[in-house]
């Protein structure tokens, strides 16, 4: 079975600009969550999204944003980036909602803001 | 509010040797609790989960870990380190905020000497 991909793996920016990145989910999970991995933060929750509604919410202002689609592809979209959202996105996805449940990570998308 | 310190960013130890890595969590309620690892590059893999039945779980590459309620601990060991045990590793905790939300600890990264 194929596990979490995510697109593209490495992209660099600038500020002001916009970006998506792209996560396809293990078959058949139907959750997908994306956090934010920073040396200094550490992994930080952005949003779950379950049968395409956002679920729950991290502490991310308005420009953080995302959707899930009906074959549970992922799409996570930043606006007016910055320098401080230079960092490494995973997407991870689990069968249900994320409670108890395993996450399967991806392995990231690289993102530079110059 | 709810949190997940892990003691120690770094932690060095010899090949053979006990490997332990500690993680408390605050919780008002009983959580779900969690330990993933990261190799360089890639994105987190589960290695064990807490769900409430024995308090002491196993997990994959002969890990391990004692949920200790009276402590608020989950320290994850292993008997004896291995050279591809180097990595870091990161307890998470699993709230119901109103939906579950998956929090991080900062992580430990685990080095391994020949």
């Known amino acids: 079975k194929a596990g979490v991909t995510q697109t593209p793996r490495y992209l660099i920016k600038t500020r002001g600009q916009q970006v998506t990145l792209s996560c396809s989910p293990i078959?058949?999970?139907?959750?997908v969550s994306w956090y934010q991995q920073t040396p200094g933060q550490g992994l930080q929750f952005l949003f779950e999204?379950?049968?395409?509604?956002?679920?729950n919410k991290g502490n991310f202002p308005g420009r953080f944003s995302g959707r899930q689609f009906s074959n549970s592809r992922s799409e996570m979209n930043v606006s007016t980036l910055e320098l401080g959202d230079s960092a490494l996105y995973l997407c991870?996805?689990?069968?249900?909602?994320?409670?108890?449940?395993?996450?399967?990570f991806g392995p990231g998308t690289r993102l530079t803001v110059l | 509010a709810q949190s997940v310190t892990q003691l120690g960013s770094h932690v060095s130890v010899s090949e053979g040797a006990l490997v332990l890595l500690r993680c408390n969590y605050s919780?008002?309620?009983?959580?779900?609790l969690f330990w993933y690892v990261q190799y360089p590059n890639q994105g987190l893999q589960l290695l064990l989960k807490?769900?409430?039945?024995?308090?002491l779980v196993k997990g994959i590459n002969g890990f391990e870990a004692e949920f200790k309620k009276s402590e608020t601990s989950f320290h994850l060991t292993k008997p004896s380190a291995h050279m591809s045990d180097a990595a870091e590793y990161f307890c998470?905790?699993?709230?119901?905020?109103?939906?579950?939300?998956?929090?991080f600890g900062a992580g430990t990264r685990l080095f391994v000497k020949a």
């Open positions: 919780s008002s309620v009983p959580p779900y």
């Open positions: 998470a905790v699993s709230l119901d905020t109103g939906g579950f939300k998956t929090i």
């Open positions: 078959s058949g999970h139907r959750s």
């Open positions: 807490y769900t409430s039945a024995a308090t």
């Open positions: 999204y379950f049968s395409e509604t956002q679920r």
């Open positions: 991870a996805s689990s069968l249900e909602l994320v409670n108890y449940n395993e996450q399967f």
